[in-house]
């Protein structure tokens, strides 16, 4: 995978791909029926349901929380600033996917960090695409990846799939910051993280995650945050206004008049 993104704080690895330790997802499914009961964070809120009219909030849950977000966005501003002047077109056929599969918009900022919106990303472990799916992983989710075609590089089939696989993971997790580090790590790591913290708030049971899948749903947050921004800094388009009778009379004299006197000066009156 083509990575710009420079790895701060405690990074120790760019992200890998999408592995869902399939052959561990029966044990995975028993596990997340455990004992411990939901909790939820004071300060980060986050759809649970799949409404796309329901917004993600990213906002970390304190001071070092958003120091990590604002240092990630300063050493990475040129690679963010790079993608998101060629994210349209391709923000455009992810929206209209992740809208068919009822699952929030921001998800698309998954992509960014798993291969800046690169088709042709190909990561050091070999997941490939857009969303850096594992030849096996795409093989489950029915894409094709043979030696004549590989449809990991296919962005419209590649982020259905990458959907199917986020609404399974979100059916079994209940929570989009753990979706997002099975995403990166598969879920065995997070039911492993859950049991030994005796919790599913990801603020509390992260020291028990591998450092890499911690890590990426905390990139992905400090990316999420720094497109919504830009998009909130926006000008705001000018709405028309619209005249009433008066002002379009008034108007339209004016008009006349002006094109009265430009005809009079054309045929010399005075």
Known sequence: MSVCFYPIALVVATPTAANPERNSRSESKDSSRGGDSPESSKTVHYSTGFSHS????FTPPDKKGLKFVNSYIRHNDDCLTDVRERSEEPFSVIDSVLLRYHLPLELKYLAVIESELKTTAVSRVGAKGTWQLMRGTAHELGLKVNRQTDERKDLVKSTRAAAAYLRDLHH??????LVLAAYNGGPVPVIRAMHKAHSRNFWILQKYLPAE???????????AMYFEKQD????????PETETDDE???????????????????????
């Open 54 to 57: 329901q917004k993600m909030a």
């Open 172 to 177: 079994e997790f209940k929570d989009w910051l």
């Open 213 to 223: 899948s911690r890590m990426h749903v905390k990139k992905f947050i400090a990316t």
């Open 232 to 239: 909130e800094d926006k000008p705001a388009p000018t709405a």
């Open 248 to 270: 379009k009379f008034s108007r339209l004299m004016r008009e006349s008049a002006s094109s009265l006197e430009v005809s009079r000066h054309q045929l010399g009156e005075k």
